[in-house]
């Protein structure tokens, strides 16, 4: 069974840093990407940035030259520095594996670290 556990969340002022970190454990033999998505309070899910297999990233336009997603391979890990924290990056903050599994690709979760920034 593959599991990740996230970490690295709390309250902030607005202003401050945050990182965040997943670690991935398990089955694990191929991952195709791995991201960072959050869930506001009465939002919908949505995606924060991305990191494939290959290094190449993205991120959601809101926090475009505030956050950088970055993974350490070798210890199936993927982390999230977040910069210039604002009052709207409140949400829980979930990160995410696509694992390629028997010709077909899966998407585990985390649990979820909340990230609170006070104004």
């Known amino acids: 069974q593959v599991q990740l556990v996230e970490s690295g969340g709390g309250l902030v002022q607005a202003g401050a840093s945050l990182k965040l970190s997943c670690a991935a454990s398990?089955?694990?033999?191929?991952?195709?990407?791995m991201g960072w998505y959050r869930q506001a309070p009465g939002k919908q899910r949505e995606l924060v940035a991305v990191?494939?297999?290959?290094?190449?990233?993205n991120y959601a336009d809101s926090v475009k030259g505030r956050f950088t997603i970055s993974r350490d391979n070798a210890k199936n890990t993927v982390y999230l520095q977040m910069n210039s924290l604002k009052p709207e990056d409140t949400a829980v903050y979930y990160c995410?594996?696509?694992?390629?599994?028997?010709?077909?690709?899966?998407?585990?979760w985390g649990q979820g670290t909340q990230v609170t920034v006070s104004s």
């Open positions: 995410s594996v696509d694992l390629l599994e028997r010709g077909h690709t899966f998407r585990y």
């Open positions: 990191i494939t297999s290959g290094g190449s990233t």
């Open positions: 398990g089955s694990i033999f191929s991952i195709n990407a």
